[in-house]
Nanobody
Framework: QVQLVESGGGLVQAGGSLRLSCAAS????????MGWYRQAPGKRREWVAV???????NYVEAVKGRFTISRDNAKNTVYLQMNSLKPEDTAVYYC?????????????????WGRGTQVTVSP
């Protein structure tokens, strides 16, 4: 089994910053892409940012120039530095990882999700 645990959410005023972390643990062979999604009240979960194992990065247009995704492969951890936060960034932020695991001698890729961390940005 693989677990993803997020941390770093909280309440911040508009214009402020937060840094989210997500650590993966368990029976991990290797981690491919890692990323962040968010879900605001009454809305569908949306993709925010992704980083490949080799460091290729993409962001949703709404956060470009404000958010920075990074990862530490040695620690199986992904980060999301969020600057210039806006009230519309308020959401539960979920970590996602595409993880290779070996079961019964067979290597397979599986998707894993964290339980989410609340980010609230006040006006």
């Amino acid at each position: 089994q693989v677990q993803l645990v997020e941390s770093g959410g909280g309440l911040v005023q508009a214009g402020g910053s937060l840094r989210l972390s997500c650590a993966a643990s368990g029976s991990i062979f290797s981690i491919n892409a890692m990323g962040w999604y968010r879900q605001a009240p009454g809305k569908r979960r949306e993709w925010v940012a992704v980083i490949s194992r080799g460091g290729i990065i993409n962001y949703v247009e709404a956060v470009k120039g404000r958010f920075t995704i990074s990862r530490d492969n040695a620690k199986n951890t992904v980060y999301l530095q969020m600057n210039s936060l806006k009230p519309e960034d308020t959401a539960v932020y979920y970590c996602h990882a595409d993880v290779d695991v070996v079961q019964g001698g067979v290597r397979t890729a599986n998707d894993y999700w964290g339980r989410g961390t609340q980010v609230t940005v006040s006006p």
